[in-house]
């Protein structure tokens, strides 16, 4: 068993294999998209450093508190300090689906053996704050 990863000073990770584990809490006051009803909100999760395709959580329909716990492994590849993940919460529709917001979150925050848990601001697409959305993140 071969485990090829290093500490840099600041006890964060740098490796060239390694998984983030996202747990996909949930989120809160988040924009309503909908004329009728309350958007029916879904999170997105890519990182650069992940070849996969992006996660997609389910859609809870009618809400704009969503919860979610649903958990996300992502395999990374290359230097941890560089990756970054981005999330955004999307409103599911028919033909489009609409920005509710997004966070992007640096991987090198994340403390090794600790890991990050928070509220994040969503930013909309016009650069208002609106929502937040409760995750969990650790590099496995």
């Known amino acids: 068993f071969f485990f090829d990863a290093t500490f840099v000073f600041s006890d964060k990770f740098t490796c060239t294999k390694m998984k983030l584990k996202v747990d996909i809490v949930k989120a809160k006051d988040l924009k309503d998209a909908d004329v009728l009803s309350k958007s029916d909100p879904y999170c997105r999760l890519k990182c650069n450093l992940c070849k996969d395709l992006p996660y997609c959580s389910e859609f809870v329909k009618n809400n704009l508190n969503p919860e979610w716990?649903?958990?996300?492994e992502l395999e990374l590849e290359g230097d941890v300090s560089e990756g970054t993940l981005e999330a955004w919460v999307l409103d599911k529709d028919r033909f489009s689906d609409e920005d509710l917001g997004s966070v992007n979150i640096k991987l090198s925050d994340i403390q090794a053996n600790k890991g990050m848990e928070?509220?994040?601001?969503?930013?909309?697409?016009?650069?208002?704050k609106k929502g937040q959305l409760y995750?969990?993140?650790?590099?496995?």
């Not at 928070?118 to 208002?128: H, I, P, V, Y």
């Not at 995750?135 to 496995?140: I, R």
């Open 69 to 72: 716990n649903e958990t996300a």
């Open 118 to 128: 928070d509220w994040f601001d969503l930013t909309l697409k016009d650069g208002t």
């Open 135 to 140: 995750l969990k993140l650790t590099l496995v």
